[in-house]
């Protein structure tokens, strides 16, 4: 049987599969083996065609179509879903109620490396010569329209229950079957619609799922986990190295874009500054949250250093703080007014704030930005020609 290897890093999580729907781990598209263990052919053909496999057992060749799959469940590190094959030439021979159907046992295909085979509901037939008069217990279901031999079966309920003494020179012929034997027609008892218990190998499963490897056999026959993500020669998996450089970009570009920002002051350098737990950052924020946004931009002691050129250039002095020339960021010059520090927790410096930021009027400097920091409070106005300017602040 065709057997893929595994895992992939750029497998898809699944594939449509015509009237299969979607098919994951471990089946697959021929087209893609590297991304399961069973490849299914005829995945992208039209919806009803066909899904058939093909395998080999003991030198006999069987053809099984896929009626339908279920997702892989995963637990405690066993890997097991269910499926149901179609036997190609045991469905005609019981469509055909050929007695050739009961003349080989049926059987699955062998484990490997990597999978393994269960029939889920199966049952023994004996053929019987009938030249051996056998005498059978009385619930079995006997079948006398074979040539040369009788056939024997018992209901699934009691499968393995019956004494097998009387059938010691008979044939045991094990079949899938249904739930329950019926008494006059044993093609309607077996069937070729076989319920399968596909099951991963634990060390498998261990590769897929915990090292998102791929299962494989060395030139020894022996397993081993390729591509995983504790595999000393690959270091780190390409998932993982992708996801460092991904971030790693969006590191940079958040930087970039703040670094902008703070330029061209899109938001307030004080953005760092006002966290949640800071008394500043609380009073502004129940300010905007009560009155709306502020016109004018916020700015950190920090900031009004850097406008100021460390406070070098002086242009007068008031009563409630010193006047001092500065250039923003964007080359706008201005006139920066430090005021002496006084207690209170800012709300009224806040308030004055707001009413001369939303103060309109060609004989009024315009307020541009403001410093809460702490004790520290600054206002930052437009600087215009007029030398009285700092006498005016």
């Given at each position: 049987?065709?057997l ?11 594939f449509s ?21 069973l ?10 065609t ?11 060749q ?14 405690g ?11 190609k ?10 007695c ?19 029939m ?28 040369l031999?009788?056939?024997?079966y018992?209901?699934y ?5 019956a ?5 010691t ?31 991963i ?14 299962c494989?056999?060395?030139s ?9 993500t ?24 958040t ?8 330029r ?7 953005f760092?500054?006002?966290?949640k ?36 250039n ?8 010193s006047?001092?020339?500065g ?28 009413s001369?930021?939303r103060?309109?009027?060609?004989n ?9 920091d ?20």
């Amino acid at each position: 049987m065709l057997l893929g290897n595994g895992y992939k890093e750029d497998c898809p999580a699944s594939f449509s599969c015509g009237y299969l729907g979607n098919i994951s781990f471990p089946f697959t598209t021929t087209e893609r083996p590297d991304c399961g263990l069973l490849p299914i052919p005829n995945c992208g053909d039209a919806p009803l065609t066909p899904k058939m496999i093909q395998f080999e057992n003991k030198g006999k060749q069987f053809e099984l179509k896929v009626e339908y799959v279920n997702p892989l469940e995963y637990h405690g590190g066993n890997a097991t879903c269910s499926s149901v094959f179609r036997d190609k030439n045991l469905y005609k021979l019981l469509q055909n109620k050929s007695c050739e159907a009961f003349r080989y046992n049926y059987t699955l295909p062998p484990t490997t490396h990597f999978v393994s085979f269960h029939m889920e509901t199966h049952g023994t037939l004996f053929m019987c010569n009938r030249t051996l008069h056998v005498k059978p217990p009385a619930y079995m279901h006997k079948y006398t329209k074979c040539p040369l031999y009788d056939l024997y079966y018992q209901p699934y309920d009691f499968a393995y229950n019956a004494s097998q003494s009387a059938f010691t020179d008979c044939t045991n012929v094990q079949l899938p079957i249904k739930d329950f034997a019926n008494g006059d027609d044993p093609f309607a008892f077996a069937t070729a619609n076989i319920p399968t218990q596909v099951s991963i190998t634990k060390e498998c499963s261990y590769c897929h799922y915990n090292q998102r490897g791929r299962c494989q056999l060395d030139s020894n026959r022996r397993f081993y986990c390729a591509e995983g993500t504790v595999s000393k020669k690959k270091g780190l998996s390409r998932n993982v190295k992708l996801g460092i450089a991904v971030m790693t970009a969006v590191g940079v570009a958040t930087l970039m874009l703040l670094a902008y920002r703070l330029r061209k002051k899109i938001f307030p350098p004080t953005f760092l500054l006002f966290m949640k737990d800071n008394p500043t950052h609380q009073i502004i924020e129940k300010f905007l949250k009560e009155r709306g946004p502020l016109p004018a931009a916020r700015y950190n002691y920090s900031d009004i250093k850097k406008i100021t050129n460390s406070f070098k250039n002086k242009l007068g002095q008031g009563g409630y703080g010193s006047v001092y020339k500065g250039k923003l960021h964007d080359e706008c010059m201005v006139a920066v007014k430090v005021l002496s520090e006084s207690k209170g927790d800012g709300e009224d410096f806040i308030n004055e704030v707001a009413s001369i930021s939303r103060t309109s009027h060609v004989n009024v400097v315009r307020l541009l930005g403001f410093c809460l920091d702490g004790s520290k409070k600054a206002l930052i106005y437009e600087l215009v020609g007029c030398p009285c300017v700092a006498r005016v602040l």
